[in-house]
């Protein structure tokens, strides 16, 4: 098993700068493709940034291409995302995923993570 904490989240003003961390603990950690997802209210849960076992290769949606940007310490078995110019439109539960079979990882697809935190919440006010 593996247990996903994420931390980081709050209120901030539209422009401002927020960094999440999750923290993973069972089995290893740098063995797992990670993943981070939002959901807004009333929307579904959607693909924000996702990064490869050795931190090597790293991919982000479009709506947050050039602002947000995903990273790893596998020493410190975290996954981190740090989100910059922030909008009101980023508002959501942010969660982080961990993906246990990397030869299927599907990068965007939220069914190929088996391991999920609670979510932390972001709110960016205007």
């Known amino acids: 098993q593996v247990q996903l904490v994420e931390s980081g989240g709050g209120l901030v003003q539209a422009g401002g700068s927020l960094r999440l961390s999750c923290a993973a603990s069972?089995?290893?950690?740098?063995?797992?493709?990670m993943g981070w997802f939002r959901q807004a209210p009333g929307k579904e849960r959607e693909f924000v940034a996702a990064?490869?076992?050795?931190?090597?290769?790293?991919y982000s949606a479009a709506s947050v291409s050039g602002r947000f940007t995903i990273s790893r310490d596998n020493g410190k078995n975290t996954v981190y995302l740090q989100m910059n110019s922030l909008k009101p439109e980023d508002t959501a539960v942010y969660y982080c995923a961990a993906d246990s079979n990397p030869a299927t990882w599907i990068i965007e697809r939220e069914q190929s993570y088996d391991y999920w935190g609670q979510g932390t919440q972001v709110t960016v006010s205007s």
């Open positions: 990064i490869s076992r050795s931190g090597g290769s790293i």
């Open positions: 069972g089995r290893t950690f740098s063995t797992f493709p």
